[in-house]
């Protein structure tokens, strides 16, 4: 029988554990979070935690951009109709009609508090992308608009009084009483336990793109607060549509860097070794193509050439302008010996998105009253079943707003309560085997890369669920100290949750690509598929415990 996933990671007991209150807890300190923060007046407390240094987030590494109307020849009207054409019929209309129309404000918002983006004689520059169709991401540093954007946050946010940053502090779980988000157990640097709680919670922890072994995202991408969530009975959705981005780097010994979507903007070739060029035989748009074909087309090139990667070529292009407009690229394969502008690049896809998540509305309520949700950890309808290029801080921006607006209006709405509710936990390991923590978690990625990978087959999928479930039955009652082994449990928890979507969702959709399923059925499948922890593993209907 399936294991019933526990509802804390660890025991714990309120009178044993030091108690701290703020009127709006924010877990995770990406661009979401710190957005979030931000839209809370000063006369009410923020904390904001992360479990690593402040600057340890997917939004830090971003490299191509933000996407938003600004060209006066732009259109609202196509950026929708690009990021519904993305998203493989499955985005909310209403929420991509929203977040589109709200970007230049946000953008304008972020040169405000001190974001310089690449501009010429006071012009903004604008990048373009896979799926748009027109030029419209602004970025920064040429080929590092993360970096930028959040330096500006960051020192922006920390000049505020009543907000305060707790970094090197694991979020472990949401704490809920009487059907509410009430606050969460945080694990300090020192071990030291803390129950934080606050009058309402914003959740901002990112992605997961560690249940992969090639992966662009950076070590905290564990999926915490996706599992944190699951655990508490939070509805999760989508969680078969994980991104995979089509370049990410490939040379043994160095780490996944992700070669950014601009390059092919910028017109470079994806060619096999040959030096032969193969999107134009896949897609009329070439390399230009949405994400989810150009990463099919590159798998398939792979297999058929039974050759581990294909290559981007920029030999045609302008030397100066690719080592101008592509700084950190150029340095980066420079180190391994390789000239960007003349010689061949290797790449392959690398998970990199996730567009599943948590449940929101357009305010970024989730399903649990007390609890907001906002960035990657979020699915909002926005994207669909496939996001389209740089609209994903975008995302976290827009979301960030307004769940800190809307989490700052509860807050005003109810009184001062400075009081801890009375839960116990007091679960007892039992086991005294010790487990080698790092195999199972290379060998978790590893059966990610090979069964829930671009392709899928309900054979993989069996697999890789039967698999997890073993791994699970022994992994998750145990009681870790740290969080080598709370991030394995929330990774367990969630390629479970993932792969029970990928094997229910026998079509291929966006993202979703099964080699045995490979049509689109709008009959069956165009609606989303939701999860929660059930509190029985038998209770109809859930394929996960
Ligand atoms: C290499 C790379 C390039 C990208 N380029 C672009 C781009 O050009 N344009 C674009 O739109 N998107 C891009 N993306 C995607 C985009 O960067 C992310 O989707 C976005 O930054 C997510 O922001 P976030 O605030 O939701 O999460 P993150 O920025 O990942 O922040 C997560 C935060 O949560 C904290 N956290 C996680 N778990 C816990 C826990 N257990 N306890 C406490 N804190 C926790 C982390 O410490 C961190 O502070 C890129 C992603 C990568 C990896």
Not at 505 to 526: C, F, M, N, T
Request: hydrophobic share 40%; with cysteine; aromatic share 6%.
């Amino acid at each position: 029988m399936t294991q019933l996933t526990p509802r804390y990671l660890v025991s714990f007991h309120p009178k044993e554990i030091p108690h701290r209150f703020t009127d709006i807890l924010i877990i995770g300190g990406g661009l979401a979070g710190l957005r979030a923060a931000n839209a809370v007046p000063s006369d009410l407390s923020v904390m904001i935690v992360t479990k690593d240094a402040i600057l340890q987030s997917s939004s830090n590494y971003a490299q191509g951009g933000i996407a938003s109307v600004i060209d006066p020849e732009d259109r609202f009207e196509d950026h929708i109709n690009d990021t519904l054409a993305a998203g493989g019929a499955l985005c909310d209309q209403q929420i991509v009609d929203m977040v589109i129309r709200e970007a230049p404000d946000r953008i304008a918002e972020l040169m405000q508090w001190g974001t310089r983006f690449d501009s010429q004689a006071g012009v903004l520059q604008l990048g373009k992308e896979g799926g748009h169709s027109h030029h419209r991401v602004v970025h920064a540093l040429g080929d590092a608009t993360g970096r930028e954007v959040m330096r500006a946050m960051v020192a922006w946010t920390q000049q505020s009084d009543n907000i305060q940053i707790l970094e090197n502090s694991f979020t472990l779980d949401l704490l809920t009483h009487e059907g509410c988000c009430r606050g969460a157990l945080i694990a300090q640097q020192d071990g030291q336990k803390l129950m934080v709680w606050a009058k309402q919670i914003i959740l901002c922890t990112g992605g997961a793109g560690q249940l992969y072994r090639e992966s662009t995202n950076p070590t905290v991408a564990t999926a915490d607060g996706h599992a944190a969530a699951y655990r508490a009975g939070v509805e999760l959705r989508d969680m078969e549509f994980m991104q995979f981005h089509p370049t990410v780097l490939y040379i043994a010994g160095s780490s996944r860097s992700l070669i950014t979507e601009a390059i092919r903007g910028e017109g470079a070739y994806l060619v096999d070794q040959q030096r032969k060029r193969f999107m134009p035989d896949y897609d009329e748009r070439a390399e230009l193509a949405p994400r989810d074909i150009v990463s099919q087309a590159i798998v398939k090139q792979m297999n058929d050439s039974k050759h581990p990667c294909v290559y981007l070529l920029l030999d045609h292009l302008d030397p100066e302008l690719v080592k101008k407009r592509f700084p950190g690229i150029t340095a980066s394969c420079a180190e391994f010996g390789i000239d960007v502008t003349t010689d061949l690049i290797p790449v392959r896809p690398g998970a990199h998105y996730m567009i599943g998540g948590v449940t929101v509305n357009q305010e970024g309520r989730t399903t649990l009253p007390g609890l907001w949700a906002a960035g990657e950890v979020s699915s909002s309808g926005l994207h669909g079943a496939n996001r389209l290029a740089s609209n994903s801080l975008l995302e976290g921006l827009v979301y960030g707003a307004h769940a800190g607006q809307g989490a700052a209006q509860a807050v005003s709405e109810m009184p001062d309560n400075f009081q801890a509710v009375p839960l116990d936990n007091l679960a007892v390991d039992q086991s005294t085997e010790i487990l080698d923590l790092d195999d199972i978690r290379n060998s978790l990625k590893s059966l990610m890369g090979r069964n829930m990978n671009v392709q899928r087959t309900a054979s993989n999928l069996q697999e890789a669920s039967e698999t997890i479930d073993r791994w699970r039955q022994y992994v998750l009652p145990r009681q870790f100290s740290d969080p080598q082994g709370w991030e394995l449990q929330n990774l367990l928890t969630v390629a479970r949750v993932m792969v029970a979507a990928a094997l229910l969702r026998e079509e291929s959709r966006g993202v979703h690509l099964r080699a045995d399923y490979p049509q689109i059925d709008d009959e069956q499948w165009k609606r989303h598929l939701r999860f929660r922890r059930p509190e029985r593993v038998d209770q109809e209907h859930c394929p996960v415990g």
